[in-house]
């Protein structure tokens, strides 16, 4: 049986805290799509962690972490990662595994990522220049090198193949930087990477899944960074919905029960794209200070603005969403007045649905406004504490939507999770 936690908005709704907070009832954790662009928060005590590919179930120490065949693998990143963890005590080399089906992500794809953003001048899509979209360019164009790649005796040589074509590309960006320093790091790594457990996944999760073991399917990035159904091109290379799961892991639909859908109370977005929600006001201001919203992979200052049920209930549609978490309620707290976005208006013409194309167009996000609770969330320990106000708020998105709202973030600690 699988479930599975995903983003509903466009990233950082706080996947790494809820997955950490779930885990507890699960046997295996696994990533399926993304990489080290994603940057999932956790607090093990009062220490704060940031993990970027290794799945957040890592702090439980019995339970199996898989870095399933969608994602595109950073080693260098990888390795930091597994350091970092190990001072917490968690046995990386006992608990984690890696599909022999991932592809790497080269240094060169790092390079391109950089030169292909630079050339695009003022319509920069904001990547986090980490090489996701080269990366997943060679998967999908059927260049790239993965993981069991490794074990061949002639991967140095494909590697230097692939760097050469790679040097054309990056000639003709005329990209002048050095990489000699990353690909050291990157070879050093590769060893470090051969220690680990490679594992064919797709027969490894499935045979999980035979002896009646509980899996975990963990989302990066969020449904409207989805690279089909997002708001493209602003969007990242992998399909962030549920859909990824079967593809990215190896898994059969069928096998899938639970969808969990988080999104904040409020809703954030990093690098460029359309966000017909956004504040460019004291308001957003306010959001980004509060909520402490900057990158969690690149410290960028997130762009905030109210919550937008049109883009919600299309990610619950196209995710096939049974049950939302969600976060940062508490940042909402001293807010006066909350406004929610119930459609867009175009040329006139007011809609509910997400259109083609949405940065061609000119949207105004129409709002119902709704009184603020005014009171200390962060004490909230269970529904009987809820504030009025937090209820009809709650109560308007879930009727909206015609998915439930299941639990209410509080704050960033692992604990901060009330049940609705
Ligand atoms: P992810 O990428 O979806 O895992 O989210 P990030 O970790 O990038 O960003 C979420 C941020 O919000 C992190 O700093 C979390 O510690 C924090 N966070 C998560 N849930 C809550 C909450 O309910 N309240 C507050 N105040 N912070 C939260
Ligand atoms: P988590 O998992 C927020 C955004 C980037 C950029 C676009 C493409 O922490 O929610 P990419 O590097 O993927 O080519 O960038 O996607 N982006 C994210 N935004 N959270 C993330 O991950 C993101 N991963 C990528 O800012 O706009
Ligand atoms: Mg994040």
Request: some cysteine; proline content about 3%; aromatic content about 10%.
């Amino acid at each position: 049986m699988v479930d599975v936690i995903l983003g509903l908005q466009w990233g950082d709704e706080g996947k790494g805290k809820i997955v950490d907070y779930f885990a507890s009832q699960y046997d295996v954790i696994a990533r399926f799509q993304g990489g080290p662009n994603a940057g999932h928060t956790l607090y093990i005590g009062d220490k704060k962690v940031v993990l970027h590919q290794i799945p957040s179930g890592i702090f439980h120490a019995d339970k199996i972490n898989l870095i399933g065949n969608g994602v595109v693998l950073d080693v260098v990143t990888l390795k930091k990662e597994c350091e970092a963890v190990a001072a917490f005590g968690c046995e990386y080399k006992k608990n984690l595994f890696i599909s022999e089906r991932t592809h790497l992500i080269l240094p060169t794809h790092r390079a391109l990522d950089k030169a292909s953003e630079q050339s695009k001048g003022n319509d920069k899509i904001g990547s986090t220049l980490k090489g996701i979209g080269p990366a997943y360019m060679d998967k999908t164009g059927r260049n790239g090198l993965r993981v069991g790649d490794l074990l061949r005796k002639d991967f140095r040589n494909e590697y230097d193949k692939l760097r050469s074509k790679h040097q054309q590309l990056l000639d003709n960006f005329d990209f002048q930087e050095d990489i000699s320093q990353w690909e050291s790091d990157f070879f050093e790594a590769l060893e470090f990477l051969k220690g680990l457990n490679i594992v064919n996944g797709e027969y490894f999760i499935n045979e999980q899944i035979s002896q009646g073991k509980r899996i975990l399917a963990e989302g990066a990035q969020g449904s409207m960074l989805d690279v089909d159904f997002g708001t493209f091109p602003f969007v990242t290379s992998s399909n962030t919905i549920s859909a990824g799961v079967c593809s990215g892991l190896g898994i059969a639909p069928q096998k899938i029960k639970e969808v969990i859908g988080i999104t904040k109370a409020y809703c954030t977005r990093v690098g460029s794209g359309p966000f017909p929600t956004e504040l460019m006001d004291a308001t957003g201001a306010y959001l980004r200070n509060t909520g402490n919203e900057f990158g969690s992979t690149t410290g960028r200052p997130r762009r905030c603005g109210w919550i937008d049920l049109v883009a919600l209930r299309f990610a619950c549609m196209i995710n096939g969403i049974t049950q939302i978490v969600m976060t940062k309620a508490d940042i909402l707290d001293a807010l006066a007045e909350l406004k929610v976005c119930t459609s867009y208006r175009i040329d006139g013409q007011e809609t509910a649905s997400i259109p083609f194309q949405m940065n061609h167009l000119n949207i105004e996000a129409v709002y119902q406004t709704f009184a603020g609770w005014n009171t200390s969330s962060a004490q909230m320990t269970s529904i009987e504490d809820m504030p009025v106000e937090m209820k009809k708020y709650i109560d308007f998105i879930n009727q909206y939507l015609g998915v439930s709202i299941q639990y209410i973030s509080n704050g960033p600690g692992r604990d901060q999770l009330v049940s609705a």
